[in-house]
C-alpha cells in the first residue's frame, strides 16, 4: 500500500473520529438544554443509526469535507436538532402538603414527540392505586424546540387512608415500544392532623393533696410522623420531647402517648399537653386538677356533701361511649344505690363504688352512655338512694357533650347562558356554630355573605347557601369550593369542577329541538331510497 494511500485512510479515519466525538458533545449540549426531557437524540432521516444514538461516519465524512476545520457540520447540527428526543414522563403535585379532604392537582407531561411525524393516536390513564381514575382532557403543547408534549391533569380528593395510596400516569402511543409510566405515592402531599386527649389513672379529676397522678396525652392518628411535644402546667412550660417515638397503624397513620406524673395541691391547676406537627399552628388539650378537702369534726353526724354530676370535658361525636360520673361523700351508711336513665329507659352495666372513708361512706358511680345522631333532644337522669328512700335525682342533656359533624354537598343548575348557580347544602349539624367559605380554584371568594342556619325538628341544624358563577369566563376548569368550619374542628370540604367546554356543549344542545337533530342524523346516514321514503313520511305527518 503506497504512502498517499495511507495517509488518505488516516485522514478519512481522523475526520470520522472527530465528527463522532463532536456529535455527541452535540448530544450532551442539546440533552443539558432540555434537561432531560429527551434522551439520545435520532440522526438524520434515511441513515443508519449508531447503537449509541451516533449517525453514520458515511455522513460525517460527507459533511466534514464540505465544512471548513473547526466548524459544526450542518448535516449533524440538522438531523439532531429536527428530530425529537427520546420521550420521558414526569408527573408532578401539589407543592405544599394538603390534608383530608382537600381536592389537589397532579400534572403529567410527557414527551418530546416530534410535531411532523406525530399522530393523535394517544391515550392518556391514570390510576389511584388499581383503580382508573378520571383526569381532565389531554392536551398537546409545543415545546421550545418545536416538537410537542403531551399534558394532562387529575384532580384528587385526599382522604385519611390515602398515606399508603399512589397515584399513576401511563401514556401509550404507537411511536412508543412501550407505555410511559410514573407513579407517585400520596403520602408526598398529604399531612393528617392529630387529634389530642389527656386521660388520668382516676375515673374523676379530684383527688386528695399531695396525690400524684399520671396524665397520659394521647396524640392520635397524624401524618408526617415528625413532632413536637410540651407539657405545660398553668401555662409554664415543664417538658418538651422533639420526635418522641411514634406507633405506626394499620392505616399507615402514626399515634403516640406519653405520661407525666403530677402532683396534686388544695389549688386549682391546668395541665396542657400541646403538639406542633409538621411545622402548623400547634394544638392543645388541657384538663384541670384540684385536690378535694374532706373535713369530718368530731361529735357531728355525718351529711353528704354536695353532689356532682360530670361529663367529659369536649364534644363527642355519634358513635362515640362517653363517662358520665356522679361523686358525693359523707353518707353515714353504705345503703346507697345509683340508678341511670336516658330518655327513661335504664341504661346497663353501671359502675358504682361505695367506700368508707373515716365514719363515712363516699359514693362514686360511672355510666357509659353510646351518643347517636338523635341525642341532641335526649337526657339522662342520674336517681340516688339513701336507707331506700330517694335522696337525690338530676337530670343531663346530652347536647352538651354531642357535636354532630354537618354533611356538605354543592350541586349546581343553570339560570341563563352565563351564570350558573352552585348550592352548598350543610345537614344535620350540631351545635349551632358554622362558618361557610366560597373558594375558586384554591382562593377565598369575598364579599359573600355568612348565611342563617335552620332548626330541624331533631334539634340539629340546616344550611343553604346559594353562589352565582360566570360560566362564560374563558379558560381551564374551575374548581369551586365550599369550606365549612364546624365547632373548631378541622373543615369539610364539597367541591365542583366547573368547565368552559361542558358549559358551551350544554348551551349548543338546549339550543335545538329534540326532534330535528335526530332525523338529521339519521337522514345523513341513510342511503338516497331511504331519504326518499322519509321525506315522505315527514310530509305526511305535518300535513296531517
Known amino acids: 500500500m503506497g504512502h498517499n494511500t495511507v495517509q488518505k485512510v488516516l485522514s478519512s479515519t481522523v475526520s470520522q473520529i472527530k465528527c463522532l466525538i463532536h ?19 435520532r440522526s438524520q432521516a434515511g441513515s443508519k443509526a449508531d447503537p449509541l444514538g451516533l449517525p453514520d461516519p458515511k455522513i460525517c465524512e460527507a459533511a466534514s469535507l464540505q465544512q471548513p ?55 392518556v390513564t391514570w390510576l389511584k392505586d388499581s383503580d382508573e381514575h378520571p383526569a381532565s382532557a389531554q392536551r398537546l ?99 418538651t420531647l422533639v420526635s418522641p417515638q411514634a406507633t405506626r397503624n394499620p392505616d399507615g397513620t402514626y399515634s403516640l402517648e406519653h405520661t407525666w ?44 356533701q354536695p353532689h356532682k354530676l360530670q361529663g367529659p370535658l369536649q364534644r363527642s361525636e355519634p358513635g362515640t361511649r362517653i363517662r358520665l360520673t356522679y361523686t358525693s361523700s359523707g353518707f353515714s351508711t353504705n345503703q346507697v344505690t345509683v340508678t341511670w ?6 341504661l346497663p352495666k353501671p359502675q ?19 351518643l347517636t345522631d338523635d341525642d341532641v333532644l335526649s337526657h339522662v337522669v342520674c336517681y340516688v338512694e339513701h336507707k331506700l328512700m330517694p335522696f337525690f335525682q338530676k337530670t343531663i342533656g346530652l347536647d352538651q357533650y354531642l357535636r354532630v359533624p354537618p354533611a356538605v354537598t354543592v350541586s349546581q343548575s343553570s339560570t341563563s347562558s352565563s351564570l350558573v348557580a352552585v348550592t352548598c347544602l350543610v345537614q344535620r349539624f350540631y351545635p349551632q356554630n358554622v362558618h361557610l367559605t366560597w373558594l375558586e380554584d384554591c382562593r377565598t371568594r369575598k364579599g359573600t355573605d ?49 368547565s368552559t367546554a361542558a358549559h358551551t356543549t350544554y348551551k349548543l344542545i338546549g339550543s335545538t329541538g329534540t326532534e330535528m337533530p335526530a332525523l338529521i342524523f339519521a337522514v345523513f346516514l341513510l342511503g338516497p331510497k331511504v331519504l326518499l321514503v322519509m321525506s315522505f313520511t315527514v310530509t305526511y305527518i305535518c300535513r296531517r
Open 352 to 370: 358504682t363504688s361505695v367506700r368508707r372513708s373515716g365514719h363515712t361512706y363516699n359514693v362514686t358511680s360511672s355510666v357509659l352512655v353510646l
Open 23 to 41: 456529535s455527541y458533545s452535540c448530544h450532551l449540549q442539546l440533552w443539558d438544554r432540555r434537561r432531560w426531557k429527551g434522551g439520545f437524540l
Open 261 to 304: 406524673q403530677a402532683e396534686v395541691t388544695p389549688d386549682e391547676h391546668e395541665f396542657a399537653c400541646w403538639v406542633v406537627h409538621d411545622e402548623q399552628p400547634p394544638l392543645k388539650t388541657n384538663i384541670t386538677l384540684q385536690a378535694q378537702e374532706h373535713r369530718q369534726g368530731k361529735g357531728r353526724s355525718a351529711q353528704p
Open 341 to 346: 336513665l336516658k330518655n327513661k329507659h335504664e
Open 69 to 123: 476545520e473547526g466548524q459544526v457540520p450542518h448535516a449533524v447540527v440538522s438531523s439532531r436538532v429536527d428530530g425529537a428526543g427520546q420521550p420521558v414522563i414526569s408527573l408532578t403535585g401539589p407543592s405544599q402538603r394538603a390534608t383530608p379532604g382537600d381536592l389537589v392537582p397532579f400534572n403529567c407531561t410527557a414527551g418530546p414527540f416530534d410535531s411532523q411525524h406525530f399522530s393523535w393516536d394517544f391515550n
Open 450 to 498: 355568612q348565611p342563617t342556619s335552620k332548626k330541624n325538628d331533631d334539634g340539629s341544624y340546616t344550611l343553604e347557601n346559594v353562589l352565582l358563577v360566570n360560566a362564560s369566563v374563558q379558560g381551564l376548569e374551575r374548581v369551586i369550593t365550599c369550606m365549612v368550619e364546624h365547632d373548631g374542628q378541622l373543615p369539610k370540604r364539597a367541591n365542583l369542577i366547573l
Open 141 to 239: 403543547v409545543p415545546d421550545s424546540e418545536g416538537n410537542d408534549l403531551i399534558t394532562s391533569k387529575a384532580w384528587v380528593t385526599l382522604a385519611r387512608q390515602d398515606v399508603s395510596s399512589e397515584i399513576t400516569c401511563k401514556v401509550t402511543h404507537r411511536a412508543l415500544a412501550e407505555p410511559l409510566q410514573k407513579t407517585m405515592k400520596l403520602s408526598q402531599v398529604l399531612r393528617v392532623v392529630p387529634t389530642l386527649e389527656i386521660t388520668t389513672e382516676h375515673s374523676g379529676t379530684s383527688v386528695r393533696a399531695q396525690d400524684r397522678v399520671n396524665l397520659t396525652c394521647h396524640v392520635r392518628h397524624f401524618y408526617p410522623h415528625h413532632l413536637q411535644l410540651t407539657w405545660m402546667q398553668n401555662r409554664r412550660m415543664i417538658q
